[in-house]
């Protein structure tokens, strides 16, 4: 054995020794002994060796085991012992441990002496709870054990020791992790707690060499003195024992092993450690703690303390998996005694419910280490659960709630920080927390702080926490600042805090009493209590939380005392000094109050300032918030008397400040007089003072009541506002009304009284403007009227005695003071008073407002001297009068300007005019006098007056405009055309030319107005003739034809702005639109509302006449363009001789010509669609609702429409249109939706079409429902023999197949469908009637579907009863028939009346029927024969030797060796998913019980009665049973027997093997290792089949060993290379990421007869796993030779150390490898048949050259740069060609041409064209019979290339078998044109039928090849899509490589025989046949 020194590091021989064999001779033993000191000694047979003892040791210990057995007397071991030196593995820790291990005690424990009990077993717990352990039992072994058997530095170990025991088993990482000191491999998985070498260091405080036995398996003994474990040393401190290796060793030191309890716990599936306790003589370089016998017992006593007991209750409450602790003593007797066992309970579901919700979390938080989620995408979750944890004594009651992921929203700072902390390479965390709190306990919790086990940190809160926490390796306080303390405060606010309040909401639901409210108040947490800053956070956080998720969490109160939760936002709480009486109130208003003081005051701590307590502010805004309506008594109210009523306005009042009453808006508090109660309203004051009550004698509830008005008072200068206030002007005016009964002489001078008392004369004005609807200014007529009214009377005080005398003579009303004047009010006190609001008559524009408004005016009776005295009064007041038009009108109304003839008029009814120079008078003065003018004389003085009321000098324009005119209709037609020519000649250039833009534009319109052009006996404006130049103008009746005289081009330009009808108003449009109708030709109806559309489109109308306009039906419908018939049958929804509309049409689309034939195909029967010349602009397409598209639901009720109207029979011109219809349709409906939902309208609408009958299979006559069609049928299924049950999804709807599947097509046949048929054959014939032949056919074919569809994966039959098919061909129940699964039996018991079932193989069944029929259920399961007839033996003569006999003896042994077992599983073909199963079936040969014998004969027995003449004499026969076998052989004189002997014992062998699974075993393989004499013959076969894997070279690395960096660049890529047997190799893990050492067992074959490609070939392999691997040259690197690899490091090591060094050396081999790279990028890429090469090629060659994994060296980097630009160049240069694409794809190519092509019409059906076709001979169409021609050449070369790639052989033959019928297809379509049924039919058998009819066809050459493909077991039906596989088998072997190039070689030979035939009529490229 070759093992490597640990201190210089070399490579030593170690001599090894088997045991010696035993003699009596003690002499020449101690011959032997020395003679062999030093040497190898040669194993003796049978026995076994250890390679680990040395030979002297190993000698004497095996003498005296054996002669112990022998029955000898024994000398004393313990002299014998002293020569045993046992030998370990290296193992231990890297670095100097002593000192390490002291340093992390020491770090661990800090100033204290040192840890405690507990401590050590918390981390011990911790561990357990790591590796999954569900029990964990200490074992205090009191005992001192024997140490004769031991070695000798042993000795001091085999006293007392803790003991700790669990049911979980180390695995090889974790042996790999323990041994490391400080950094645990734990601290990246955040599913373990601890870290392996910190915590676990504590059990150094007890003992000096802790000790593990790991299943039985391993042990393992660290030793930091390097004194327990020979040849442990500083690197490795320790020692490991693989017990199944080294099986002595036990039975060496039997005394050292005894201290695993053996005996007292199980070893299988479990860990111990053992920890010696130190003794009192110990030297330890650790720990000075030793343990004397009292101190023994003092642990005893801790172990039996309460406080212990109690330790263990709370360890349990957050463990992961650890559910039991049991503590118990082991007293010197060896007895073991039970102390304590904790266990904790919990219902099952909500474990269930925890551990789903941990994984998940778990599997989410590795996705959010790898960056493929966000922090706030982890899924959050919370679960509370009741707890107990018990013993013998106590038992606790726990609630506890679990909350999982992030609650609340994250800020910024912390999602940063999230993302950055989970994205490095340090220990993750879990966002995990849990709260935890005693239930039925009067006495607080002592907290603390968990991270799953209970932490030495208090919190000071009610509440147990447990969380992920980043705690210090000391485990006594956890991080605060750096990236941990970040992650802990996370983990406070996001989880623990949310936490919190989830278990406070949860242990709410619980409460029913006050009782329980007080528990629920003892773990409300108090942050005073917190123990330091960051618990204090907690609570904070705690109630922040609560009113941030607004949680249900707060007690409250109810009327009738009951307690219920609401949110902290929705209650009121009550103060630390509350009123009761409010609190009552509040309580029957139904408010919800928290009485609990303590838990608002909690809230106030936390600094909470949002929630609402009971004060003045809070309960008046709660009154308010009641929004109550009162109007009612004060008793019927919640106040019930004023007492109550002052009291709440006491506490509200007396918070009130500045006595600001507005507060009491909306509150339920006002009380008036009449003791009503209503609301306090701005908008309804009341008023506290009472002695102007008489001015409002009909409101007596304005007022308060006495006794509350008590509490109201205003100061001196306070201004009263809000609800409560003091009369004044403006309340009374607002209260008072304009006119009352009430309201006499008395009244009115009352209010004057008032109005003198209370106003101000300076502010008078604004002090009255409340009561100006009052009464009180007295008039001239003896009237008194408001100040309102009086506001347009004269008040003539001011004014002037001549104007006195004016006024007075016309009779105007003025103000008359004598009317209420007396001693106390004054004629002066109402002047003054009532002037402010009246007309002052000293103004003159007063005056004239007075005397428009006074109707009693008259101003008629204005004298000649009146008149001047107005115009100069007037004349004062112009400005006035010129800036208001109502003045100028009264102005004019006046009878005071003088005309030419000295008269004075008014200009009420006239317009006076000042004529302008320029105008000639003759003939004016008339029109004028006619028109109501009058010419006025020129008075200058009063210029400005006249101005002021607009008479002015005209110009032309305006005379026009004003006087002529009005007058032209009256003038002669002479005079008509001489004015209109002069304003076309003269009036026109002047208006352009000086007027503004406004005269301009008067002018025109009145031009446009003016009747002007004679029609019919009348005049009429421009505006009603039409200009002849606009063609849509004639669709009007209304507009006239242009005169002659005036439609040339010198009268339309100005005709055309005088109003000529030039453009469409919105109305008009509409009026064209329903012209349009009654028009004559259709030709001109289309040209008419095509300028219509245009019209609409680019005009600019309003949206409600384009939407009268779609609604008009003015649009003359195209044809739709389908068959006639089916037209008919199916009519249009508008029939062709009417007109559409456009509302909700389809409208045609430019770009896309074929939409508008589609659009007519969609919906024809539902929808009206646009002819293609019906272009509409996109707000008429919006406003009409026009889509481009049809809805789903339109296209769906379309096909039901036509479905329901076409009859049975159609012909074949509408057949082929109906299906065109119906791809149109489906084509469509793929489209507009995909999401399948049941909530989406348009997938509802596309599933009713579940029973519409739209498909067309078998003939045109025959139409079936989505649900009747298989849209995958099995290729071995035909469906014509299953008709008409169902039918096979016909060829051309292939691509609807996901449509179909939606809509009730089912994908593949069910079990419970193959049922259905039989069941229906069975109604159709009973259990009587024979099947005829077809139906024969059919059952078998529904026999096979059922059974094969049963054997896939999820399948299962639900359907009962089942009927199958007998022998005799009659319908049966299945539990009626009997399974013949022995031909023997069958024949032995014929004529016992059995009812066989038929036979499956017959049904094209490959398995048994025995194993078939248990795939049925039980209730339905036929019996098997061999069940109710049973084979019984009987040994008549056994063999003589009995059980010593060598003959069996030697067959037992060989069944149950290990070798035997390994050679079996190298032979076997297992895939790797079976492997364990498979492991598991090969021990049952160790269980086999093998019996020799001369005779042995076999009878029948039924039902327990012998079967005569049934006996038969054997030579093997086997019993299998479920735990064990037994094996009866013939005896023979040596092994291994007769042949005959040998081969059924293989068989016996197999069947025991594959009693449960079928396992491929090659039986002539097991006689071969059967026929092998020793266990060396099994070694040497396996070699030659090249399937050892025994190491050659024991100093390479084990496969299986990860290759380090180091020497990663030893290993080569490049798949071309060829690997040989025991050649070592590197191979790319599944992971990507690592490399591990493998060796190649040998080269799959893969063909014969065919050079294969290296890239291709595929190899077995050894990976360390104990089975080979199978894999492909890519996957594999090879090994360079040592030296040029030396060679390359040495250069390499150089370039780093100094570029410049060795530059021509290295540059020579980055270049060499760069050439490497882009040599096979280019092979792997050029080549087409590599494609599927090229992405794991690309992997391995990132993979080894990425600097990450190669190392960071020159090389890695300048290689790397060069792969990434080679990879993106031969990418983009060897893009996948057309000939790459997928089969299905190019089938799918050919199916569109094919579905486009159109056979011409025939008038006689195919039937009838078949049935002629011998007959006469028909023109073909070569045309159409070319895509299909084409495509078989395609398909063959897709063929070929499968085929050189040495995959898909199965694949390549159905293509094969795909050319030849798409061969034979477009022959037929050739020679006669036969294109209906021909894609779909899928038998070459029918096709051949066809040809044959056809004249000088080459039928019996064809037939011959199609022969030929028979006998190879290849046609349509056996070579199947990989698609259409029914589940997942083993590829078939019979299509290889040899069958497929021979159904190439046929399929050739069949195309030249076609394309000979069809006599170059269509001519075949030979390029690609070349080529294949």
Known sequence: MATRDCKTGKVRNTATIKPLQSTHNSSRDAKAEDSVKGKRLPAQPGQK??????????????????????????????????????????????????????????????????????????????NSDDSQATEIHFVLDKRTLPNSRVWKEWKSMQGPALCVHNNSVFTEKDIESIQK??????????????????????????????????????????DPHLKYVPGACDERPGGHVDLQQDTNFAKLFPDFMAGFLRGQVSHAGSTIFRLPLRQPNANSQICDMTFSPPDVEAMEATFQSVEFRMFLHSSLLFTKHLGQVTVSVMGSDGKLQKKVEVRRLMPHSKQQQLASMQKKLLYECKLLAAGKIKPQQVTTGSLSYSMQTEDDYLKNDWFINQTFGLHGLLNAEDYKFLLS????????????????????????????????????????????????????????????????????????????????????????????????????????????????????????????YMVEADLPIVPVSTQDGTISFCSPNKCLFSPAQSNQVVEAVLLKLNQKVCIYSEVGLKFKMATINKLKFINSVVVLDCLKSLNLQLSQPLSKTAFTDTATLNTMLGFILGEVASRDYGVLEGAPLCLTSDLTLRLFSTSSPVFIDSEYSSLLPELPHMFLHADVASNFSFATNQKPSGPIRSLNFAQLGELLPATAEYMDYKWTKQLWAFVKTHAIKSEITQQLSPLLHLPLVPLSDG????????????????????????????????????????????????????????????????????????????????????????????????????????????????????????IYKSLKDNSGVILDSCIPTHGVAQWMEKSHCILLKEKTVYN?????????????????????????????????????????????????????????????????????????????????????????????????TLPLMFADDEWLPFLRKAGLKVSITECELLQCADAVTNLTTAEFSETKAKLILETASNGTFSKETLKKLCEIKFIPQDSVPVDSTLLELSPSVIPSTQYMSLQQALMYENDKHRHVFRHCVLCWTTRTVLPNWAVLSTDLS????????????????????????????????????????????????????????RKCDNCAVIKSLKHTPFICVKNRHLRVKPTQIILHMPADIDADLLYPYVFNRPTDMAKYDDLLHYIGAASTPSPDLYAEILHSLWLDFGSSHTLQTNDKQTA????????????????????????????????????????????SLVKTIKDRGYQYMCSLSSCSLTKPAKELIFYLPEAVR???????????????????????????????????????????????????????????????????????FHHLYGYLSEQGRTLENSMIEKITHVENTLGSAKLYIQHCDAYPGIAALVNEVAAAIKSIVCYNENYYIDSGAIVDLLNCASEEDIDQYLIEQGLNTREDDMSRPKPGTIISKDVRDLFLYNPDMVFQPKEYVGYAMKNGEDLIYAKVIRETEQGEGEEIKPILRVYDIDTGRGYPVQVNSTDLFKESRRQSFDECRQIMISNKKSPAHSAKQGNAIVEEAKRTVTKLLNEVYSDPTLWKQRDKVKKMLLLKWHPDKAGDSILANEVFKHLKSEIDRVEEKYSLSDDEDSVEEQVYEWEEVDANHKPPATKKDQTDQLADSESAAMKGDIEAAQPWLKQAECDLVTAQHLIDANTGYEWAAHICCEVIRKLMVGTIIAKQDITTELESTRLNTKLFETIRRIPNAPSDQLAVHLMELNKLKVDETTTRQPGTFLRNAIPSQVFDKEICMKVKDLTIAIKSLLSEFLNNSQPMTDANTSKD
């Open 1182 to 1237: 919006e406003i009409a609702a026009a889509e481009s598209r049809p809805t789903v639901a339109d296209v769906c009720q379309h096909m039901k429409n036509l479905c329901d109207s076409l009859p049975d029979k159609i012909s074949l011109s509408t057949f082929k249109s109906f299906r065109k219809v119906v791809h149109y349709c489906l084509d469509y409906l793929q489209n507009p939706c995909k999401c399948m939902k």
């Open 421 to 544: 902390f989970y994205g490095e390479e340090s220990k993750k965390f879990l966002p995990i927390a849990g709260i935890a709190t005693k239930l039925h306990t009067k006495s607080l919790l002592s907290s603390h702080v968990y991270s799953f086990l209970p932490l030495p940190i208090k919190t000071g809160l009610p509440v147990h926490i447990n969380g992920h926490f980043a705690i210090h390796s000391s485990r006594r306080s956890i991080w605060e600042h750096t990236s941990f303390g970040k992650w802990n405060r996370v983990l406070r606010d996001y989880i623990i805090g949310p936490a919190y309040c989830h278990l406070l909401m949860d242990f709410s639901k619980e409460v029913r009493s006050p009782a329980d409210v007080k528990r629920w108040l003892r773990i409300l947490p108090e942050m005073v209590k917190a123990k330091d800053e960051y618990f204090a956070s907690l609570v904070g956080r705690v109630y922040e």
């Open 49 to 126: 060796t250890n390679p680990k003892i040395k030979v002297d040791s190993q000698k004497v210990c095996n003498e005296k085991i054996k002669a112990h057995q022998d029955g000898e007397k024994v000398l004393d071991f313990s002299a014998h012992m002293e020569a045993v030196r046992p030998c370990f593995n290296k193992f231990g820790q890297h670095e100097p441990a002593t000192v390490r291990i002291k340093n992390i005690i020491t770090q661990y424990v800090g100033d204290r002496d040192g840890c405690g009990i507990e401590e050590l077993i918390k981390e011990l717990l911790q």
């Open 181 to 222: 000191l400080g950094v645990g491999s734990k601290s990246i998985d955040p599913d373990k707690t601890g870290q392996f070498g910190i915590g676990f260091n504590v059990v150094y405080q007890l003992t000096d060499c802790p000790i593990l036995l790991s299943d039985h398996k391993d042990i393992c003994m660290f």
């Open 783 to 902: 009237r008194v009227v408001s100040l309102k009214d009086a506001s347009q009377i004269l008040s003539m005080a001011e004014a002037s005695k001549n104007m006195q005398t004016v006024t007075e003579a016309m009779g105007v009303l003025r103000l008359n003071p004598t009317l209420l004047s007396d001693e106390k009010l004054t004629k002066s006190d109402i002047n003054h008073l009532s002037t402010p609001f009246m007309l002052n008559g000293a103004l003159p524009s007063s005056f004239l407002k007075a005397i428009d408004m006074d109707n009693t005016c008259n101003v008629k009776k204005i004298k000649m001297e009146h008149a001047e005295i107005l115009l100069q009064y007037l004349n004062l007041d112009h400005e006035a009068i010129k800036s208001d038009v109502d003045l100028q009108k009264t102005t004019m109304s006046l009878p005071i300007f003088e005309d030419v003839d000295g």
């Open 1422 to 1492: 036929p019996k098997l024969l061999s069940q109710l007839v049973k084979e019984q033996v009987v040994v008549n003569t056994p063999c003589d030797l009995s059980l010593d006999c060598p003959f069996y003896g030697t067959y037992e042994a060989r069944l149950h060796s290990d070798k035997f077992k390994q050679a079996l599983w190298l032979i076997s073909r297992v895939s790797e998913n079976k492997r364990d199963e498979f492991s598991n079936d090969l021990g049952r040969l160790k269980l086999v019980e093998v019996t020799c």
């Open 944 to 1040: 400005t007056l006249y101005e002021a009321i607009g008479l002015e000098k005209k110009n032309a324009v305006e005379v026009y405009l004003d006087d002529i005119f009005p007058s032209f209709q009256q003038f002669d037609a002479e005079l008509r055309l001489a004015h209109l020519a002069s304003i076309r000649t003269s009036v026109l250039p002047l208006l352009e030319a000086y007027a503004d833009s406004v005269t301009q534009e008067r002018f025109w319109s009145r031009l446009q107005l003016l009747p002007c052009i004679p029609y019919k006996m009348e005049l009429l404006p421009a505006s009603h003739f039409k200009d002849p130049e606009v063609e849509l103008l004639s669709l009007l009746p209304h507009l006239h």
């Open 1340 to 1383: 078998s074919l529904a026999v096979y579907g059922l059974f094969t569809s049963l054997c896939q994966q999820g399948q299962r039959l639900t359907m009962q009863p089942l009927c199958l098919p007998s022998d005799k061909a009659l319908m049966s129940l299945s539990t009626e028939l009997v399974v013949p699964d022995s031909e």
